[in-house]
């Protein structure tokens, strides 16, 4: 789209410093004001009159339908005439651009500021804000400590860190020992040291994950590291620290390390464990075929 902006430049612009657009629609969970840039701005028609337009950045977000991330576009939103600075109460509706059947609604406010700033207000979004909890994560546990860790998802994406990391501790530290019996299994696929193997196996008697983990002393196999460093060891780190002792900013970001290592670990065991499978199966056909020869 082609756009007629009739706002002058400010030489303050470059000290001025707010979220992109994009950034916010993307990343900011409801409830939530933000000074953003690049948020709107003025058409002007042949007739002399003019339109205020709300920008419809191109986002990146999780499709249900693809099961993944993927581009959602829109059209830009005529929020008013060119009134200047009046706010505006709208919706903005997204698309998957890939499948076409998955859609996204903003419901926002906006008070317009110069040079396509504005203070912005998400009232919430349709379906929910934040990534959903991948189905291998949610097998680990059962029924009722599934739920809790949705519940903490939810409570992670309304920005009550307290309450996230709450409920992601509390399903953790219940599920120490299947955590513990996954990557055992790797460990005995993979035919590491029997060591790591015991170490791990007493770590599954400790009464608490934390504690676990400071009790081994082998390192883990290279399939299971995340860039290089311990999963459990990062978990750990996330999980030491107590409610009483941080702020719901630091619990929230402390719930959203526990989800993000969780979800990669749990993605590692899954790869490997298929991995071995696919492997030994192509070496059982290979050995069939040359004694068949």
């Given at each position: 789209?082609?756009?007629?902006?009739?706002?002058?430049?400010?030489?303050?612009?470059?000290?001025?410093?707010?979220?992109?657009?994009?950034?916010?629609?993307?990343?900011?969970?409801?409830?939530?004001?933000?000074?953003?840039?690049?948020?709107?701005?003025?058409?002007?028609?042949?007739?002399g009159a003019r339109s205020r337009f709300v920008l419809c950045p191109d986002i990146r977000?999780?499709?249900?339908?693809?099961?993944?991330?993927?581009?959602?576009?829109?059209?830009?939103?005529?929020?008013?005439?060119?009134?200047?600075?009046?706010?505006?109460?709208?919706?903005?509706?997204?698309?998957?651009?890939?499948?076409?059947?998955?859609?996204?609604?903003?419901?926002?406010?906006?008070?317009?500021?110069?040079?396509?700033?504005?203070?912005?207000?998400?009232?919430?979004?349709?379906?929910?804000?934040?990534?959903?909890?991948?189905?291998?994560?949610?097998?680990?546990?059962?029924?009722?400590?599934?739920?809790?860790?949705?519940?903490?998802?939810?409570?992670?994406?309304?920005?009550?860190g307290i309450g996230a990391f709450s409920y992601y501790r509390r399903v953790v530290e219940?599920?120490?020992?299947?955590?513990?019996?996954?990557?055992?299994?790797?460990?005995?696929?993979?035919?590491?040291?029997?060591?790591?193997?015991?170490?791990?196996?007493?770590?599954?008697?400790?009464?608490?994950?934390?504690?676990?983990?400071?009790?081994?002393?082998?390192?883990?196999?290279?399939?299971?590291?995340?860039?290089?460093?311990?999963?459990?060891?990062?978990?750990?780190?996330?999980?030491?620290?107590?409610?009483?002792?941080?702020?719901?900013?630091?619990?929230?970001?402390?719930?959203?390390?526990?989800?993000?290592?969780?979800?990669?670990?749990?993605?590692?065991?899954?790869?490997?464990?298929?991995?071995?499978?696919?492997?030994?199966?192509?070496?059982?056909?290979?050995?069939?075929?040359?004694?068949?020869?």
């Amino acid at each position: 789209m082609t756009m007629t902006d009739t706002t002058s430049k400010n030489p303050e612009h470059v000290q001025r410093t707010a979220m992109p657009f994009r950034t916010f629609l993307e990343g900011v969970h409801p409830s939530t004001m933000k000074e953003c840039a690049d948020v709107w701005y003025l058409k002007k028609y042949p007739s002399g009159a003019r339109s205020r337009f709300v920008l419809c950045p191109d986002i990146r977000l999780h499709c249900d339908k693809c099961d993944g991330e993927h581009w959602f576009r829109g059209d830009d939103v005529q929020i008013s005439g060119g009134e200047e600075n009046t706010p505006a109460q709208f919706f903005m509706t997204y698309t998957c651009s890939d499948c076409q059947r998955q859609s996204k609604l903003f419901s926002l406010h906006i008070a317009p500021q110069d040079e396509g700033y504005a203070s912005v207000y998400k009232f919430g979004e349709l379906p929910s804000f934040g990534i959903p909890v991948p189905n291998r994560v949610l097998k680990l546990f059962d029924g009722a400590d599934a739920e809790n860790f949705k519940k903490g998802r939810r409570c992670e994406s309304q920005g009550l860190g307290i309450g996230a990391f709450s409920y992601y501790r509390r399903v953790v530290e219940n599920h120490k020992n299947d955590i513990f019996d996954q990557i055992i299994k790797v460990c005995k696929k993979l035919n590491v040291a029997e060591d790591l193997v015991a170490e791990l196996e007493s770590a599954k008697e400790e009464t608490q994950f934390t504690r676990s983990i400071e009790s081994i002393r082998a390192a883990l196999p290279q399939g299971l590291l995340i860039d290089g460093h311990n999963p459990l060891t990062a978990l750990h780190s996330a999980l030491s620290g107590g409610l009483h002792n941080e702020s719901d900013a630091d619990c929230l970001a402390s719930a959203r390390d526990i989800r993000i290592v969780l979800a990669a670990l749990v993605e590692r065991i899954y790869l490997l464990k298929e991995d071995n499978s696919e492997l030994s199966s192509a070496v059982q056909r290979l050995i069939a075929k040359r004694v068949k020869d």
